[in-house]
């Protein structure tokens, strides 16, 4: 079953498209707000937000809740990862980029983006992509399945620039998974724009959201017909 989405349309003509992974228990409607602020200097993008489907987690003793893949702990984030689901969700975020592409938006004017676990699901998908992308955002999550998904990165993901934001009080995906995100990625030869907000913590700052708005800015300029 494909993905339902929130969409909201470009406010001109439709040159480009952020597709934004929401996190673990939350829906793409979590996230609309954020979209309408960032839509407001980027006109000519379409925000496509999706809800997980919703599935039981082991970290909240098997709870049905939305979610992209089961999550064992967050103590020990890179043990007992449920690679399979990880696999089935970036099949559907696949799905959602293919959408874009047969609209007419080319894949280097598509950016994959994502929260939390969402943002571990932008960069599973986005390493593993054989389309340059224009661009992966990733706002307080990790490299899921490190040395399998770093081994079989594609050439071409190693083109796209990646933004990274992480606060230094996050208490559930912590700060030093972010930095050895950043540093795995960068030692494989990546891109990557690592941003460090002082005392916040699990959740986002306007700090945060401007720099995401110039790295939108800078991966998906308007074109001149926009």
């Keep these: 079953m494909s993905l339902s989405s929130v969409v909201l349309r470009a406010k001109s003509t439709h040159t480009a498209s952020v597709i934004f992974v929401h996190g673990l228990g939350d829906s793409g409607h979590g996230w609309e707000p954020v979209a309408q602020i960032l839509s407001r200097t980027l006109p000519h993008v379409k925000f496509v937000l999706p809800h997980a489907p919703v599935q039981p987690v082991s970290l909240n003793g098997g709870f049905r809740m939305p979610s992209w893949y089961d999550i064992h702990s967050l103590d020990k984030i890179a043990s007992n990862e449920d690679e399979d689901g ?15 592409i047969d609209a007419g938006i080319p894949a280097g004017r598509i950016v994959l983006g994502g929260f939390s676990q969402g943002g571990a699901m932008a960069l599973f998908a986005g390493l593993q992509s054989e389309l340059q992308l224009a661009g992966l955002a990733v706002l307080s999550g990790y490299l899921p399945v490190r040395e399998r998904l770093l081994a079989r990165a594609t050439d071409a993901s190693k083109r796209v620039p990646v933004f990274q934001g992480h606060g230094s009080a996050d208490e559930v995906v912590l700060f030093q998974y972010g930095e050895m995100t950043a540093a795995a990625l960068k030692k494989d030869g990546f891109n990557v724009d690592f941003h460090s907000y002082r005392n916040m913590g699990h959740s986002t700052c306007n700090e945060e959201l401007r720099d995401l708005q110039a790295f939108l800015e800078k991966c998906l300029p308007a074109s001149s017909d926009s």
């Design 86 to 100: 990880m696999v089935a969700s970036m099949r559907k975020l696949n799905e959602l980029v293919r959408a874009e």
